[in-house]
């Protein structure tokens, strides 16, 4: 859990950051690239760390969901990326030739 904890501190330092102070802020890649170290280990490491019995079980699905969204958030952004293009592209094709002039 403490590997969960690094990955997706580093994710929501970058988020401030980024909102912040946009020119100084590191590339997103670099950012997914890093968390997704911290949150494959982590991984491994609550795989690995599964018992037989229902309390381990229990135990170990709060890391196993912290560094599996960890590993799946790049593909969340890019999603939500892309559909917020494409409502953009939508709400400017939707308007008037007046309203484009208008800003």
Same mark, same amino acid.
């Given at each position: 859990?403490?590997? =969960?904890?690094?990955?997706?501190?580093?994710?929501? %330092?970058? =988020?401030?950051? @980024?909102?912040? $102070?946009?020119?100084?802020?590191? *590339?997103?890649?670099?950012?997914?690239?890093?968390? =997704? %170290?911290? *949150? =494959?280990?982590? +991984?491994?490491? $609550? /795989?690995?760390?599964?018992?037989?019995?229902?309390?381990?079980? +229990?135990? @170990?699905? /709060?890391?196993?969901? $912290?560094?599996?969204?960890?590993?799946?958030?790049?593909?969340? /952004?890019?999603? +939500?990326?892309?559909?917020?293009?494409?409502? @953009?592209?939508? +709400?400017?094709?939707?308007? @008037?030739?007046?309203?484009?002039?208008?800003?």
């Amino acid at each position: 859990m403490c590997l =969960a904890s690094v990955g997706w501190g580093s994710f929501w %330092v970058f =988020a401030f950051w @980024t909102r912040l $102070a946009p020119d100084s802020a590191p *590339a997103l890649e670099s950012v997914c690239t890093f968390s =997704a %170290v911290f *949150a =494959a280990v982590g +991984l491994a490491a $609550a /795989i690995f760390s599964m018992r037989a019995r229902l309390a381990w079980l +229990l135990f @170990t699905l /709060i890391p196993l969901f $912290a560094n599996g969204s960890l590993l799946l958030l790049p593909s969340v /952004i890019k999603t +939500l990326r892309v559909i917020r293009t494409e409502q @953009t592209r939508s +709400l400017e094709s939707a308007m @008037t030739p007046r309203q484009q002039r208008l800003g």
